[in-house]
């Protein structure tokens, strides 16, 4: 269920953002709205009960997913901050260059998010929202780039004991 909300979400947020004309625009956004009004309408991502609205295992997930997201986009910053101070710091340089950010740029760490997030939930497990784990999952969004090379080596080393 959490892979189809976040797809969903990831869907109405990109329509949102885009340039594309406006009806293009709402053929992303209103069948995901929709889909998440049909879910939430017949109790699919139930918000009643004895525990709080973040402790329930959906909402407490689409948290921990935000705050990696979040993670990642800080690290787009980050890295874009970074050239810019390089380029700053060239001895012929004499207009300082600001930081340029592309739209592309923050869509590419979306694309492995939810590969990435699978890491978070085993972490996750059963346990109730707290800060450690949101702090884990915005460090797991901050070094998507680490873990995913990690996996893949992993992957490598495995297909050559094979």
Not at 5 to 27: C, F
Request: net charge positive.
């Amino acid at each position: 269920m959490f892979a189809v909300v976040g797809l969903l979400a990831t869907m109405a947020i990109y329509g949102l953002t885009s340039r594309r004309a406006r009806w293009l625009k709402l053929l992303f956004v209103v069948p995901a709205v929709g889909v998440l009004a049909v879910l939430a309408w017949f109790g699919a991502l139930g918000t009643r009960g004895s525990a709080a609205w973040w402790q329930q295992p959906l909402w407490r997930d689409l948290l921990l997913y935000s705050v990696m997201l979040a993670g990642m986009l800080f690290r787009v910053v980050w890295d874009q901050l970074e050239v810019a101070r390089q380029r700053n710091a060239e001895p012929a340089r004499r207009r300082r260059i600001r930081p340029r950010f592309d739209f592309w740029e923050f869509v590419y760490p979306v694309l492995p998010s939810l590969v990435v997030f699978q890491g978070v939930l085993l972490l996750a497990g059963k346990d109730d929202l707290s800060l450690p784990l949101c702090l884990t999952s915005f460090q797991n969004g901050f070094f998507w780039h680490a873990l995913l090379a990690k996996t893949r080596q992993a992957f490598e080393s495995a297909g050559a004991k094979a």
